[in-house]
């Protein structure tokens, strides 16, 4: 690994599933000086994808005028990414199980079950208005071959 500390970078995007593409490609380039794999780059990549989305969405209601916050950062061998939305926050413990029998065929709320599949850490805070999610990864280089 060439560093070992990104300072946060942060973005303030408005509520549109376009900027979505734009997150992905501030979150490559600040990952870009290790070495992950490829299985370690789908699995953020995915994780910012579904907490974006849900911001976006559930958070903010679809409403272009409410923003979405990331801030993307390293600190170690960690990657943190902190995802906000100007919502009214919700009960992660009322989120139905996507796995039960009855939400097996559900075409949506899974988002969060991916964050926690995905990523080493997944934790909310409400303190700040609204719902920020941060999600924590440890940085694995790939071995040369």
Not at 20 to 49: G, K, N
Not at 60 to 81: C, H, I, P
Not at 116 to 127: A, H, I, L, Q
Request: hydrophobic fraction near 40%; proline fraction near 4%.
């Amino acid at each position: 690994m060439k560093t070992k500390h990104v300072a946060p970078v942060t973005l303030s995007i408005a509520s549109s599933f376009d900027n979505i593409e734009l997150a992905q490609f501030v979150c490559d380039y600040v990952l870009r000086p290790w070495s992950l794999s490829a299985d370690t780059t789908h699995a953020i990549s995915m994780a910012l994808r579904e907490g974006i989305a849900n911001a976006i969405k559930h958070g903010n209601g679809g409403d272009a005028q409410k923003r979405v916050s990331l801030t993307l950062q390293v600190e170690g061998d960690v990657f943190r990414m902190s995802i906000g939305d100007e919502g009214r926050g919700f009960e992660p413990e009322n989120v139905a199980d996507p796995l039960a029998p009855e939400n097996r065929l559900k075409t949506s709320g899974r988002g969060i079950f991916y964050m926690k599949t995905f990523m080493d850490d997944v934790r909310y805070d409400f303190s700040l208005g609204g719902t920020q999610v941060v999600l924590e990864k440890k940085l694995v280089a790939e071995e040369p071959e």
